[in-house]
């Protein structure tokens, strides 16, 4: 049972450049989340979305999208990179809404934008 | 705005010694309050997680203290070990809503 896997696992980019990350859970779980980790600030939410063709913005949206195609995949991406997007992303899964359903975290994506 | 307040944002402990940290948060209607451990290069996992009907929950050498009027809880770490060394989050949820708001994080360091 691999849980949540993200790909790429590291990646530099070029201002301006754009890419996707990719989420993959296996674990049929209806949330799925993305999130950024910066230094000193903690875990913020970028986008979310709480089934297969719903997404909403979270704390820190600008610059990002997001699409859940289908249930397990939830692909975050940058359209236009800038240094300011540099930081470790996590993709998160949860089966329920409701606070004994926990979040299931990926292992993360190393991005930095030069 | 800071949903959860997270102290101390480093720590440094003595093997054997208790760490504790605390997190603060403002809306009454948080309603799970997990905590999550994360290793460096890796995600946060799960670590223990309380309801507030309860005011304190222990899980081997993790404990959680849970202060509803002072809308405060902490995490306590019995006889900390070197393998404890990792970045602590707390969390708060409502029942009802669809996402986890964060705390900043606590980077624990116990010394042999």
């Known amino acids: 049972n691999a849980g949540v896997t993200q790909t790429p696992k590291f990646r530099v980019l070029k201002t301006g450049q754009s890419m996707t990350l990719l989420c993959a859970q296996d674990?049929?779980?209806?949330?799925m989340y993305w999130y950024r980790q910066d230094p000193g600030m903690g875990l913020r939410l970028i986008h979310y979305?709480?089934?297969?063709?719903?997404?909403a913005k979270g704390e820190v949206p600008d610059g990002y999208n997001v699409s859940r195609l289908k249930k397990q995949n939830f692909l975050l991406g940058l359209e236009s990179a800038a240094p300011s997007q540099t930081s470790v992303y996590f993709c998160?899964?949860?089966?329920?809404?409701?606070?004994?359903?926990?979040?299931?975290f990926g292992s993360g994506t190393r991005l930095t934008v030069v | 705005q800071q949903q959860v307040k997270q102290s101390p944002q480093s720590l440094i402990v003595q093997k054997g010694g208790i760490s504790i940290i605390n997190c603060a948060y403002e809306?009454?209607?948080?309603?799970?309050f997990p905590w999550y451990q994360q290793f460096p290069g890796k995600g946060p996992a799960l670590l223990i997680a309380?309801?507030?009907?309860?005011s304190e929950k222990k899980e081997g050498r993790f404990t959680i203290s849970f202060n509803k009027s002072a809308k405060q809880f902490s995490l306590h770490i019995m006889d900390s070990q070197p393998g404890d060394s990792a970045t602590y989050f707390c969390?708060?949820?409502?029942?009802?809503?669809?996402?986890?708001?964060f705390g900043t994080g606590t980077s624990l360091t116990v010394i042999p």
């Open positions: 674990m049929n779980h209806e949330y």
């Open positions: 309380i309801r507030p009907d309860v």
């Open positions: 998160a899964s949860r089966k329920h809404r409701g606070g004994d359903y926990g979040y299931t």
């Open positions: 979305s709480v089934g297969e063709g719903t997404t």
């Open positions: 969390a708060a949820s409502i029942n009802t809503g669809n996402q986890f708001y």
């Open positions: 809306n009454t209607a948080f309603d799970y």
